[in-house]
């Protein structure tokens, strides 16, 4: 799985802070596309990089997609962000860019509260390993 080093909640509380400071919206310098979610962030381990360098499979986002799904050019489009499995890819298709924003803004709040959550259970001082780990279900 992941060889990507980096602390899942500070990821996610990343991505939360690029996506509620208009991360992801149309800008004149990149007006010719808007940005991709999670692919044009910070967030990606290529993100710098101008042919990646690394696989998706080493990206900590990893743990939050599905088996079936580990094969896709960005298998982080496919992380299910609802009970209903409506993920990046299938609001990109279906839906509109407000309403994916609205959608990955939930899943980052509730993900990010499920593992510290599940970390304080695990460490009553509040203090983790800085360890990833899965949690499963997309709320």
């Keep these: 799985m992941a060889n990507d ?3 899942v909640v500070q990821v996610l509380e990343r991505e939360l802070s690029f996506l509620e400071s208009g991360w992801y919206d149309p800008s004149p310098a990149t007006s010719w596309r808007v940005p991709l979610i999670f692919v044009d962030s910070p967030t990606c381990p290529n993100f710098t990089d101008r042919v990646p360098s690394r696989p998706c499979s080493e990206c900590v986002l990893m743990q939050f997609v599905p088996l079936r799904h580990f094969g896709e050019k960005a298998p982080c ?7 209903v499995g409506e993920t990046v890819e299938t609001l990109y298709r279906w839906g509109n860019m407000k309403d994916t924003k609205v959608l990955l803004r939930k899943w980052l709040l509730n993900t990010i509260k499920r593992l510290q959550e599940k970390r304080a259970s695990f460490r009553p001082d509040g203090q983790h ?3 990833a780990f899965y949690v499963p279900d997309a709320t």
């Design 77 to 83: 489009r496919h992380i299910p962000l609802n009970k």
């Design 5 to 7: 080093k980096r602390d």
């Design 129 to 131: 390993s800085g360890l």
